[in-house]
């Protein structure tokens, strides 16, 4: 059943570069208080949005923005992820990309437009925020509203979560970012690298002279690392050899570290300089000339944080130490070329907040959990 929506808010869905423009500048009006936030690159979202993104090999969105006096107050979309449905629930779709003013009729609108969308294709349950799917930008801040975002990593204002509660939405699942000072490395941790084990560990960065190979060995280990994690959906080759090649452009080879057990690849990292540092004032615009500045600023004044966005360890070894121990071995190894670069503190995010096992990980490196991001689910069509 459709609601009845506001009179004094207009909905119109993205069509058209000036819509999908006014979608994705509306963040820089939402934050333009907020001095935690961080504006990505305007350059980089409209990728994101482009039909290049290889999600749409398996996925299909469509936008909104509501207008209310002639101004953009708020955004949306829904998507679906055939993916998502082959491996859980094909009546499951999501909701993304949520911005909108403080306004409990914004949000309705929003929410309730994406949610007849989603109806009138047959779901049964909306899932998000996820921007796209579960491998993208995912989750609402609830807690950690006063530091910055970094790289690929989502902000929100306090509100939202009341407002989307309002909007007969549950909390299904909470991620967790943890922060980490490079320069520490616990006895605890030191313990656990020095234990026996039976066969040969060795490390080796990434091998860019054979780029391609070496990102299906890196999402061969990632896709087998979480296949039981909750939500998820594996990388399609096309997906990770997207990032990947993005990603490769930021990071020195020593920033990706592999361990291989008696020759074959077992656990991965992937450890990004956080260029939210160095773009935080350039309001989303690389041109004309603030390209130049952040090639100076990345060569020059390094960022001091940065983000560990992948990390896995092959299933078959997580049950036991010599799974534990590779797990520390690869922390290890990108922790000594991280600091060499001067970086000092890494987010590792996201963890599930029920993964006790990688919590503990973390934790034993003297990670510290400083932000909480939300999951929400709710039943539609009740």
């Given at each position: 059943?459709?609601?009845?929506?506001?009179?004094d808010?207009?909905?119109?869905?993205?069509?058209?570069?000036?819509?999908?423009?006014?979608?994705?500048?509306?963040?820089?009006?939402?934050?333009?208080?907020?001095?935690?936030?961080?504006?990505?690159?305007?350059?980089?979202?409209?990728?994101?949005?482009?039909?290049?993104?290889?999600?749409?090999?398996?996925?299909?969105?469509?936008?909104?923005?509501?207008?209310?006096?002639?101004?953009?107050?708020?955004?949306?979309?829904?998507?679906?992820?055939?993916?998502?449905?082959?491996?859980?629930?094909a009546?499951?779709?999501?909701?993304?990309?949520?911005?909108?003013?403080?306004?409990?009729?914004?949000?309705?609108?929003?929410?309730?437009?994406?949610?007849?969308?989603?109806?009138?294709?047959?779901?049964?349950?909306?899932?998000?925020?996820?921007?796209?799917?579960?491998?993208?930008?995912?989750?609402?801040?609830?807690?950690?509203?006063?530091?910055?975002?970094?790289?690929?990593?989502?902000?929100?204002?306090?509100?939202?979560?009341?407002?989307?509660?309002?909007?007969?939405?549950?909390?299904?699942?909470?991620?967790?970012?943890?922060?980490?000072?490079?320069?520490?490395?616990?006895?605890?941790?030191?313990?656990?690298?020095?234990?026996?084990?039976?066969?040969?560990?060795?490390?080796?960065?990434?091998?860019?002279?054979?780029?391609?190979?070496?990102?299906?060995?890196?999402?061969?280990?990632?896709?087998?690392?979480?296949?039981?994690?909750?939500?998820?959906?594996?990388?399609?080759q096309?997906?990770?050899?997207?990032?990947?090649?993005?990603?490769?452009?930021?990071?020195?080879?020593?920033?990706?570290?592999?361990?291989?057990?008696?020759?074959?690849?077992?656990?991965?990292?992937?450890?990004?300089?956080?260029?939210?540092?160095?773009?935080?004032?350039?309001s989303?615009?690389?041109?004309p000339?603030?390209?130049?500045?952040?090639?100076?600023?990345?060569?020059?004044r390094?960022?001091?944080?940065?983000?560990?966005?992948?990390?896995?360890?092959?299933?078959?070894?997580?049950?036991?130490?010599l799974?534990?121990?590779?797990?520390?071995?690869?922390?290890?190894?990108?922790?000594?070329?991280?600091?060499?670069?001067?970086?000092?503190?890494?987010?590792m995010?996201?963890?599930?907040?029920?993964?006790?096992?990688?919590r503990?990980?973390?934790?034993?490196?003297?990670?510290?959990?400083?932000?909480?991001?939300c999951?929400?689910?709710?039943?539609?069509?009740?």
């Amino acid at each position: 059943m459709h609601e009845r929506l506001s009179p004094d808010i207009q909905i119109v869905p993205v069509e058209g570069r000036k819509t999908l423009d006014a979608f994705i500048r509306l963040p820089l009006e939402i934050y333009k208080h907020d001095p935690a936030w961080a504006p990505p690159l305007l350059l980089e979202r409209r990728q994101h949005l482009s039909a290049k993104n290889p999600f749409f090999e398996h996925g299909e969105w469509q936008g909104w923005l509501a207008y209310k006096n002639q101004r953009v107050v708020g955004r949306i979309s829904a998507q679906l992820d055939y993916s998502h449905h082959r491996l859980h629930d094909a009546n499951t779709g999501f909701f993304g990309f949520l911005e909108a003013a403080n306004d409990p009729a914004v949000f309705q609108a929003l929410t309730v437009t994406a949610e007849n969308w989603l109806i009138d294709r047959g779901m049964q349950h909306v899932t998000g925020p996820f921007n796209f799917s579960i491998n993208d930008e995912c989750g609402l801040l609830i807690e950690g509203f006063d530091t910055p975002p970094v790289i690929m990593m989502g902000h929100a204002h306090p509100y939202y979560s009341e407002r989307l509660q309002e909007c007969g939405y549950s909390p299904v699942k909470n991620l967790l970012a943890y922060t980490v000072n490079t320069e520490k490395m616990p006895a605890a941790a030191k313990r656990a690298l020095r234990n026996k084990h039976s066969g040969s560990i060795c490390m080796r960065p990434l091998q860019r002279n054979n780029l391609n190979e070496e990102l299906e060995i890196l999402r061969g280990i990632f896709n087998d690392a979480w296949a039981n994690n909750w939500g998820f959906v594996p990388f399609t080759q096309a997906e990770f050899r997207a990032m990947g090649k993005s990603l490769t452009m930021l990071v020195d080879d020593n920033f990706v570290q592999i361990a291989e057990v008696d020759g074959k690849p077992a656990a991965m990292i992937i450890c990004l300089p956080n260029i939210n540092e160095s773009i935080r004032d350039m309001s989303g615009r690389l041109l004309p000339f603030n390209w130049l500045k952040l090639l100076w600023r990345l060569k020059v004044r390094y960022p001091k944080s940065g983000r560990v966005p992948l990390m896995g360890v092959r299933e078959e070894y997580q049950r036991s130490l010599l799974g534990i121990q590779l797990a520390f071995m690869v922390i290890e190894a990108v922790r000594i070329p991280v600091i060499a670069r001067g970086i000092t503190q890494v987010e590792m995010s996201w963890i599930l907040e029920d993964n006790t096992g990688m919590r503990k990980i973390i934790e034993a490196v003297a990670g510290k959990a400083y932000k909480r991001y939300c999951i929400y689910q709710k039943a539609l069509g009740g």
